[in-house]
């Protein structure tokens, strides 16, 4: 077969094309620069994206802050007398972190589905609103089954963050940007449980000022930060590219053609059934869902169980609370260095994500291992715990980059999602209390799931591999989506499009995955 000879005076105009290399009969390799995109110069682009930054950022992590402190305040007021005044004993406990993920589950596919058919950013600031309520009525409840109905309220209209920050992440940024910016508003995790420790901190110092116990405040305290940020983010977070109101009309149509130009996928409000069918027939998602479902088991210990765990360890209250700080400070740094990691080395994500996992299975193993009495050692490894959850926000990177057509990409969320809640509900229920302090069950489970996780990753990131080189040999072309640059380049003026197109990765066939 003669290799094939690209005509480049179709595309010269709109693209800076570098070197075009053969490498076998039948392929062609193409290099480029980044070029503007629809003849608009790079310096705008550039000055686009740091104002897509500055303004979408902040208003991102400054809400999964706010999210996370909310997820969280259960366990800081678990060791703040929550467990004696709501007449808490043997596995309630378990059963209260555990009821928050009954209600993700059950909103998942419904979210998925407001998400495509409603304005995005009005959709998270109502939610989030409500949620903040929600949080306010913590403070009034009384039994197990009043906390229980608020667990479950609250993990309903906290479902929309993720799939709704992981949406604005894929309408925003192009693919080479997806992991550097969930890493950013991920990291709210981290800064988000370090205040509401420091707020739990104050707290515990209140004793029962008019009538109510410290940790009642510590809900009325959240709920009402959040309240008023759902407020101010209803007016400030827009729902798309084209409808931001700090960009004008033509840094508007950059923002959107800049990420829809590679994707060839764009918010609709139309919810296409074929891409939802599709979404059930592809590999990817099921990989995902078993990689989400178990991972999560680890997740759901930590995240609910860090301040019962540190106190079994022999801490005091305060030094509990204390204690908490550098355990998410290293979280925060395992997130942040793995986001910079996989934007400056290509195909690094899923070896990124092996890493943490691998890390995570140390810190159990030096859990389980070292006596009691070495507190210090232990503490060490339940940091150590924290490095798993860079895979998160990484793998929500891989859905922003690897999935195509918005209702697809919103299936998979949901999905992906579903298996979050799963892993969940199931992991505080490894959490025996009878088995304190050593938490045998929940600490050998997390070996096996680190150790399973790893195995499947690499077997994930082999299928995507084997796509990209089955697409190239059927083209004979190859095409590398992670070469610096390529994502910057607008192939339409090559495969004309339809304007606002919304295409799967299956469909469009010059779509390549990101590892």
């Not at 991972?295 to 509990?320: D, E, K, Q, R, W």
Request: proline fraction near 3%; charged fraction near 15%.
């Amino acid at each position: 077969m003669a290799s094939q000879v690209l005509d480049l005076s179709v595309v010269k105009d709109d693209l800076d094309i570098e070197r075009v290399q053969s490498l076998r009969a039948g392929e062609i390799t193409i290099e480029r620069k980044a070029s503007p995109v629809t003849n608009v110069d790079a310096a705008r682009e550039l000055s686009v994206l740091r104002r897509i930054d500055t303004f979408l950022m902040p208003l991102l992590v400054t809400s999964y802050m706010l999210q996370f402190m909310d997820k969280v305040s259960l366990g800081n007021a678990s060791i703040m007398g929550l467990l004696p005044d709501l007449h808490l004993v043997g596995q309630d406990y378990s059963w209260v972190s555990g009821v928050f993920y009954f209600g993700y589950l059950a909103a998942s596919y419904p979210v998925s589905f407001i998400l495509v058919r409603y304005p995005l950013g009005k959709s998270l600031a109502i939610a989030m609103f409500i949620w903040g309520i929600i949080l306010l009525c913590h403070a009034a409840t009384s039994s197990f089954a009043g906390i229980m109905v608020t667990r479950t309220l609250l993990g309903v209209f906290e479902s929309v963050v993720s799939p709704g920050f992981t949406l604005i992440t894929s309408i925003w940024y192009k693919p080479s940007e997806h992991a550097l910016r969930h890493g950013f508003w991920y990291a709210g995790n981290s800064m988000g449980a370090c205040i509401g420790t420091l707020i739990a901190f104050g707290c515990a110092h209140i004793h029962h000022k008019g009538g109510l116990a410290a940790w009642r405040y510590l809900f009325i305290i959240l709920g009402a930060l959040t309240v008023v940020w759902g407020a101010v983010l209803s007016w400030r977070l827009p729902d798309e590219p084209l409808k931001a109101k700090f960009l004008n009309e033509l840094d508007r149509q950059v923002a959107h053609n800049r990420a829809q130009s590679k994707t060839k996928t764009t918010k609709t409000n139309k919810w296409v059934y074929a891409q939802f069918i599709e979404t059930l027939r592809d590999p990817k998602t099921w990989f995902l869902f078993l990689l989400e479902g178990t991972s999560t088991l680890t997740n759901g210990i930590v995240t609910n169980f860090t301040s019962i765990i540190l106190s079994s360890f022999g801490f005091s209250t305060l030094t509990t609370l204390l204690l908490n700080m550098p355990v998410y400070g290293f979280q925060f740094i395992s997130i942040m260095v793995s986001s910079f990691l996989a934007r400056r080395f290509r195909r690094s994500r899923i070896i990124i994500i092996i890493c943490g996992s691998l890390i995570a299975l140390f810190g159990a193993i030096i859990i389980m291992k070292l006596p009691y009495s070495n507190k210090g050692g232990r503490f060490v490894g339940l940091m150590m715990l924290m490095a798993s959850t860079n895979g998160f926000s990484l793998t929500l990177s891989l859905i922003s980059s690897n999935v195509g057509g918005f209702t697809k990409r919103s299936t998979t969320n949901a999905i992906f999602f579903i298996a979050y809640c799963a892993g969940n509900i199931a992991g505080p229920q490894l959490y025996k209390a009878k088995e304190k302090p050593k938490y045998t069950t929940a600490f050998t489970s997390i070996m096996a799931v680190s150790a399973f996780d790893i195995v499947l990753l690499f077997l994930f990131r082999c299928y995507l591999d084997w796509m990209n080189k089955k697409r190239d040999r059927e083209q004979g072309i190859h095409i590398d989506p992670e070469i610096r640059g390529v994502d910057d380049v607008d192939e339409s003026r090559i495969h004309p499009s339809t304007e606002g197109e919304d295409l799967t990765d299956w469909q469009n066939q010059r779509f390549r995955y990101v590892l």
